[in-house]
């Protein structure tokens, strides 16, 4: 984290955070929501290692390593492997990870699951986002909670000319890490870089527990910034 007495965005680390946050929700969505074929895995290993925003954590960091590390001759066993792994982890009643979902953490009965939902799609509602579900995908799925802090930054960077509009959006962001993925992400991506028996998924989830809390503390560090 930065600890100069610079303006945040005039840092390196700040641009290259502001600038990079959108492309690692995104990063840790498609990983995330569907098997990683080749057509995933192949364009992500191309763009990994030009993305500085990954070394921003320690996950990144060895993600790049990993990805770099995959010849073209081993390019497509790998994507087996790593498509096979999620599949370990995520598909069917025997998964490890068979509901990965806020509710499913954090509450313990029915009614405590459909408060839970409720708040996260009042949280939705209240910035007219609606998602595209391509799984039929619940509110509170962890995918989609990453793609709302995603079309949620897109929105802040759209109205930076517009400082009210911009807060706005900001403390929108910082509201749903502090209130809702902040609540049970860190033990999710605990206990999957934990299971995890391929570096892909190991590292998702170390980049998911980083990033996350990391990510909350930029913004605040931002709007400190911004209403200065």
């Known amino acids: 984290m930065t600890t100069t007495l610079e303006p945040l965005l005039d840092t390196v680390e700040g641009a290259q955070w502001l600038q990079g946050r959108g492309w690692a929700y995104q990063l840790l969505i498609d990983f995330l929501e569907s098997p990683p074929g080749l057509a995933q895995i192949a364009p992500w290993q191309r763009q990994a290692g030009l993305r500085e925003e990954l070394a921003l954590t320690a996950g990144g960091r060895r993600l790049q390593d990993y990805l770099a590390s995959i010849t073209p001759d081993r390019l497509l066993a790998a994507c087996r ?104 992400t860190p033990q999710f991506a605990k206990e999957l870089a934990a299971s995890a028996r391929t570096p892909l998924y190991r590292e998702i989830g170390g980049i998911l527990g980083e990033f996350i809390p990391y990510d909350l503390l930029m913004l605040k560090l931002l709007r400190i910034e911004l209403t200065k």
């Open 81 to 184: 492997t790593e498509t096979e792994e999620y599949g370990r982890l995520f598909v069917g009643r025997n998964a490890v990870f068979p509901c990965v979902r806020e509710s499913a953490y954090r509450t313990e009965d029915a009614r405590g699951a459909r408060r839970c939902l409720r708040q996260i799609r009042e949280a939705y509602e209240d910035c007219g986002i609606v998602f595209n579900k391509l799984q039929s995908e619940t509110d509170d799925h962890l995918t989609i909670e990453l793609e709302f802090m995603a079309v949620a930054g897109e929105h802040m960077a759209l109205t930076a000319g517009l400082p009210e509009c911009r807060l706005t959006w900001l403390d929108t962001q910082v509201d749903f890490l502090e209130r809702h993925l902040l609540q049970w």
